[in-house]
């Protein structure tokens, strides 16, 4: 079915109900946090995050109470889209260290209990990697998408593809003589050339990239892209790229470059590899496939583990739209035996606490806040995205944080134009500012340098903004009420309790549009949406995103509770 009908207001009886799932593999109800290299801890002091930097601060991710880490890439790479242009799949770039650096960190990881998954990025490479390279030099082609331009002189692109960056999804090449010669497809920036998966060379490829990295011990993958992997034989034009775009239109046929049936074999066979390792691998696709019930063909039980569940992180934060998003990924994912996952927030999406604050448009579609758009409600967005998070930290399955969030950072909303980096500003002439506002070094010590103890020397590669010295995890840290307090105390609840392998029922009482709440086993998990206090059924409260709740208060606006109900 296409989705729930967001009119149907609030059907209890015809909801999916989820039923207990104790004891199952960690993948299933883990919380995985999402660690940008770049921003998390700069350990030489050169502006940049690194691996070293990592080690020495997961200690404190383990006390937040996660279960695993997720890399976003480290590999060697010109850096044109942060990392996800990869010149060397199994080396580690200079930037962040070394293989030893990274050898150093994972066992540091496993020492502290943690699972570490790293950033898989099959669908391109860099424009420097050795293979496109040897294309361009005319040997082994087929490794990616080459075809001669339309019009008289093949002065056209060969088909009407445009690149989710903006612009035409192809460039032409010259040919050794000087020549214009034929065009290469590009999805993304015209740095990262997408590659051929129909040819096998590919595949073999890639199987022994994920060999090279189980074998040195990491518990997984999350896969960047697997959507557009396969594309539809001879690269037609997109059938309706006026109301498309770059995307395409849910519900109605994919167009050549999105979800083509091809890629499944080959997630069966990484499935197969991953589990001939011992110990629960797992891979997580970053499969944007909607409606949820074509997600689920992603995970059924020989492909991926777990896939994002976009509908959720693309959910506007009211009640009859979670409500219709909540049933459409418990019927569809139940459907297939694999757990739901619930996100936030990303490196690509504006962090919540400022999302919540403002109008920006759907998550995965916003294009970014800067010093020109409205400026977001900081008080407003804090107060509602730790009551989404609680919401969604009750949730059975699993869940992603994205480094900061659990110290309620907002967007850098004010970064000015000469320090942007993302492609997509480039490729837009800034009218899409993009999403280096999501991405900005952490802050650790509140006035330890410039950079508040991202590291030693106050270099950052974005700078923060003056606002982020307050945010810092020192001055969080212990605080009664912080933001870090409440993750920390909501990630060891939800574990003690075992929310994410619980039940999961809608509480017909608590389901309208001024108001949401399920029970998942024997927690009510309440949010209210509306602008007056909820009274609220009598139970001890475990956990409230807002300060100073007792048992027995009414529910504020936008604050989530966790209620335990008398026995
Ligand atoms: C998705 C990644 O999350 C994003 O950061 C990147 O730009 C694109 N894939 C292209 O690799």
Known sequence: MAGFDLNASFDVTNSPRHEAKLGNEWWRSGVIYQIYPRSFADGNGDGMGDLAGITSRLGSLAALGIDAVWLSPFYRSPQKDA????????????LFGSLADFDAMLAEAHRLGLKVLIDLVPNHTSDQHKWFQAALAGQNRDFYHFKPGRGD????????????????AWTRIQDENGEPGEWYLHLFDSSQPDLNWANPAVQSAFEEILRFWLDRGVDGFRVDQPHAMAKAEGLPDHPDVERAGAGFIEGEAAPPMWFQPEVHPIFRRWRAILESYPGDRAMCGEAYVLPLSLMALWVRPDEFNQTFNFRFLDSDWSAATLFANINESFEAFDAVGAPSTWVLNNHDVIRH??????????????????????????????????????????????????????????????????????????RTSGERV????????????????DANGFNQTGEAWLPQPEIYRAYSRDQQDGVAGSTLELYKQALHLRRELRLGEGSFAWLPEFTRDEVLGYCNGEVLVIHNFGNAQVTLPAGEVLLSSLHGMQTGHNLAPDQ????????
Request: glycine share 16%; charged share 20%.
């Open 560 to 567: 989530t509770v966790w209620l335990k109900l008398r026995a």
């Open 83 to 94: 990392g996800y242009d990869v010149s060397d799949y199994c080396d580690v770039d200079p």
């Open 353 to 426: 606490a400022s999302r919540f604050g403002g109008s920006y448009g759907r998550a995965t579609a916003s294009d970014g806040i800067g010093p020109k758009s409205p400026q977001p409600n900081a008080e407003a967005g804090l107060r509602k995205a730790r009551g989404a998070t609680m919401f969604m930290l009750g949730l059975p399955g699993a869940s992603y944080i994205y480094q900061g969030e659990e110290l309620g950072l907002p967007e850098h909303t004010t970064l000015a134009d000469e320090f942007r980096q993302d492609p997509t500003f480039f």
């Open 434 to 449: 993009g999403r280096d506002g999501c991405r900005v070094p952490l802050p650790w010590e509140a006035g330890a340098g």
């Open 153 to 168: 002189a093949g002065e056209l692109p060969p088909n009407n593809w445009l690149s989710l960056f903006g612009g035409p």
